[in-house]
């Protein structure tokens, strides 16, 4: 499974201003769980809490929290909307347990806001502008999630895409992990590999690159990759789901079961890692 590992600060909602609701102490900090503490359910304040620390467990990679804090701020009947960052990251976060419709919800949400779509309320349209480099990731997320649903969105945001420049090791990597999603593994090769060039020995990029090779039927060049991906991260579902479908893929079957297993314990709530390993046993 590709990994998209970037040095991300917390990205939170917009604070929320005191002029709009009368806002507890415990509020007007950081301390995200001091205010849900301190508000209840329905509260606006008590959601804005929640998705902040549900954002918190989604970049900590801890998906299956993240959706229970993200659930846990919209209550029935209610529907919780804030920046392209948040619905980029809710989306990712849904997928990765099955929950595909409400992924794609989310992914076109956070599209409408990047392109300032005309039919949004005139006083959201502008209020989440993003520079290049967050541009890039929340596209790398919701691309994938646009092309799954067969979203009209799909293709302008992949044009927005095309078009960012490529500067550094990070972009590199946004790059290869859309190129890998489209099926151009030739290109996600390319990239990944500018993107080891910048930073040779980032986890998530060995990682990927380990992931890429077996993809592309080269499994005997990708085991080093995922070895020294999880040297550095042993506790990291990601790369062990890697390693063992590169395992599978030259039929080291028992080995790719154990790191398959340990995937499973790692993070039970991912949907891919149910799927049984295709391992054809080794002539």
Same mark, same amino acid.
């Given at each position: 499974?590709?990994?998209?590992?970037?040095?991300?600060?917390?990205?939170?909602?917009?604070?929320?201003?005191? %002029?709009?609701?009368?806002?507890?102490?415990?509020? +007007? %900090?950081?301390?995200?769980?001091?205010?849900?503490?301190?508000?209840? !359910?329905? $509260?606006?304040?008590?959601?804005?809490?929640?998705?902040?620390?549900?954002?918190?467990?989604? *970049?900590?990679?801890?998906? =299956?929290?993240?959706?229970?804090?993200?659930?846990?701020?919209?209550?029935?009947?209610?529907?919780?909307?804030?920046?392209?960052?948040?619905?980029?990251?809710?989306? $990712?976060?849904?997928?990765?347990?099955?929950?595909?419709?409400?992924?794609?919800?989310?992914?076109?949400?956070?599209?409408?806001? *990047?392109?300032?779509?005309?039919?949004?309320?005139?006083?959201?349209?502008?209020?989440?502008?993003?520079?290049?480099?967050? +541009?890039?990731?929340?596209?790398? @997320?919701? @691309?994938?999630?646009?092309?799954?649903?067969?979203?009209?969105?799909?293709?302008?945001?992949?044009?927005?895409?095309? +078009? @960012?420049?490529?500067?550094?090791?990070?972009?590199?990597?946004?790059?290869?992990?859309?190129?890998?999603?489209?099926?151009?593994?030739?290109?996600?090769?390319?990239?990944?590999?500018?993107?080891?060039?910048?930073? &040779?020995?980032? &986890?998530?990029?060995?990682?990927?690159?380990?992931?890429?090779?077996?993809?592309?039927?080269?499994?005997?060049?990708?085991?080093?990759?995922?070895? +020294?991906?999880?040297?550095?991260?042993?506790?990291?579902?990601?790369?062990?789901?890697?390693?063992?479908?590169?395992?599978?893929?030259?039929?080291?079957?028992?080995? =790719?079961?154990?790191?398959?297993?340990?995937?499973?314990?790692?993070? &039970?709530? =991912?949907?891919?890692?149910?799927? !049984?390993?295709?391992?054809?046993?080794?002539?």
């Amino acid at each position: 499974m590709s990994f998209l590992s970037l040095a991300l600060a917390l990205a939170t909602a917009p604070p929320l201003q005191a %002029t709009e609701i009368q806002l507890p102490p415990a509020c +007007r %900090t950081a301390d995200y769980q001091a205010c849900a503490d301190a508000t209840a !359910p329905g $509260d606006p304040a008590y959601s804005w809490a929640m998705i902040n620390l549900g954002t918190r467990a989604y *970049l900590a990679r801890n998906f =299956a929290e993240a959706v229970r804090l993200y659930d846990a701020a919209r209550q029935p009947g209610q529907t919780v909307s804030s920046d392209a960052h948040f619905h980029a990251f809710r989306g $990712d976060a849904y997928r990765r347990v099955g929950r595909d419709k409400e992924a794609l919800e989310d992914a076109r949400m956070a599209w409408r806001l *990047l392109s300032e779509d005309p039919t949004l309320p005139p006083e959201t349209r502008g209020l989440y502008s993003v520079d290049d480099e967050p +541009r890039g990731l929340i596209l790398t @997320l919701i @691309l994938p999630l646009l092309k799954m649903g067969n979203d009209p969105a799909f293709a302008p945001a992949l044009a927005a895409f095309q +078009r @960012l420049p490529v500067t550094d090791w990070v972009g590199h990597s946004q790059r290869a992990s859309v190129l890998k999603n489209l099926g151009d593994l030739d290109g996600a090769l390319d990239h990944n590999a500018q993107a080891l060039a910048g930073s &040779p020995d980032h &986890p998530g990029l060995l990682n990927n690159q380990c992931y890429y090779l077996t993809l592309a039927d080269r499994g005997q060049e990708a085991i080093g990759f995922c070895q +020294r991906a999880i040297e550095q991260m042993p506790d990291e579902a990601a790369f062990r789901h890697s390693y063992a479908t590169a395992l599978a893929s030259i039929g080291r079957c028992d080995e =790719a079961e154990a790191e398959m297993t340990t995937a499973r314990r790692l993070d &039970p709530s =991912a949907v891919s890692y149910r799927e !049984p390993l295709d391992c054809p046993a080794a002539d």
